[in-house]
């Protein structure tokens, strides 16, 4: 298996705050897509979209992106014709009010073994009651690796994800941050979340999980930047 990613480099025409920036950028992939009727129609299917974007870096240390400034988010995929319709038409969206992407470049993964992988961003998790996983509102570590195992087996099997006997691809999880991190997208609706580092089980199909955790994200609102995650023992992507 392989995912893909694309680079993007932008300028910000005004200052940013951080946690605001998911939506800034969601929404600027929303525009792009939205100009093809192909992509329109589904983004607007409530189904898995298969990609996950990252926030801009590198982080200020006042939490503010400035205006002006070059920064750079990443967008990764299986799907690659969504990432080359990306690629193409991203910088056409001249007159969003918050920047400017002048720039990507494309690389893809190969699979391998994957020893860990910690989350950059927070990873969504929505409880039975509707609220989200957090320590102070569930703290039930089980369910928690039972929820973020049938959200990426949904990812990889789709319908079929019942199919498949495995409720925890998950070999040791910890909880980077001391309290819940947040998402904050449109009318200021906030998602809350954790920041996880996970050694995944060395079978092959747990494997295979945790490399959908790389390329379309773990947990859920991952087009949000949700649940975007780096491989501990990572090399350079493959680049063509």
């Known amino acids: 298996m392989i995912y893909d990613i694309l680079k993007c480099k932008v300028i910000l025409k005004k200052d940013i705050y951080f946690r605001d920036a998911f939506s800034k950028i969601a929404y600027y992939i929303y525009w792009t897509l939205s100009q093809s009727n192909e992509f329109r129609e589904f983004h607007k299917e409530k189904y898995i979209k298969h990609y996950v974007i990252s926030n801009f870096y590198k982080p200020e240390s006042d939490k503010i992106y400035k205006k002006d400034k070059i920064y750079h988010f990443e967008i990764r995929s299986i799907d690659r014709g969504l990432i080359n319709y990306l690629q193409n038409n991203l910088k056409k969206n001249i007159n969003n009010p918050d920047f400017l992407v002048i ?40 369910l928690l690796q039972k929820q973020l195992t049938i959200n990426l087996l949904k990812k990889y099997a789709l319908d079929k994800y019942k199919e498949y006997e495995c409720d925890n691809f998950i070999e040791m999880i910890e909880i980077l941050n001391h309290k819940p991190q947040t998402i904050t ?16 089980k060395s079978d092959s199909f747990s494997q295979n999980l945790a490399f959908y955790a790389l390329g379309v994200g773990l947990g859920e609102k991952n087009t949000y930047g949700g649940g975007f995650c780096r491989e501990m023992n990572n090399d350079e992507e493959d680049k063509i």
């Open 185 to 200: 997208i449109k009318n200021n609706i906030k998602l809350f979340g954790n920041l996880f580092k996970i050694v995944p």
């Open 103 to 142: 720039d990507t470049e494309f690389r893809y993964k190969k699979q391998k073994f994957i020893k860990e992988i910690i989350s950059l961003t927070p990873t969504i998790i929505t409880l039975p009651n509707g609220r989200f996983w957090t320590m102070k509102e569930s703290g039930d570590i089980i």
